[in-house]
């Protein structure tokens, strides 16, 4: 099985990151994944049909997952599924459009974001893959004192979505 995989690839980006460790999984299970970042598609999409099949391109006719935020999904040629998250009860108004018009399906890490965007206008399905943690990335503490505060560092851009 062929996959092209549309995301972002920096290290540094919780999509990317994300990302990443799928397409490592994917390909761990026999699964030939095309890398094809964000740019690349913004730039791909912008020349001229008829010049299209002169650029080296993902082959649109396997299935390409998109892992991103919403407002980057755009019509692809061929299948897509997006994954997306947000961690408010209304996701922006121009993300259920476009979700609806270029994707299949969508994939959303927990039950809240079902809901969230099923009830914000997403028409088509919406299955939950459910996310976890590297633990060498993050790797288990054993407790402090029971006496002490307890103390959570939390490190995320002050966006809308936060």
Known sequence: MKINWQGYFNRYDGYARQSIRMIRSLIRQGI????????????FLSVPGW????IPAPDFNNLTIS???????LNLPGRQWGFTMYETTK???????????SCERLFVPCKHNQ??????????PVDIIPLGIDPLEFPVVAPGS???????????DRGERK
């Open 32 to 43: 030939e994944i095309t890398p094809v970042p964000v740019a690349m598609i913004d730039e």
């Open 51 to 54: 010049m299209r099949h002169l």
């Open 67 to 73: 892992l991103l935020v919403g407002e980057k999904m």
């Open 91 to 101: 996701v922006p108004k121009t993300w259920p459009k476009l979700i609806n018009n």
């Open 115 to 124: 809901e969230v965007f099923i009830k914000e206008g997403v028409k088509i």
């Open 146 to 156: 029971p006496n002490r505060p307890f103390t959570v560092l939390v490190l995320a």
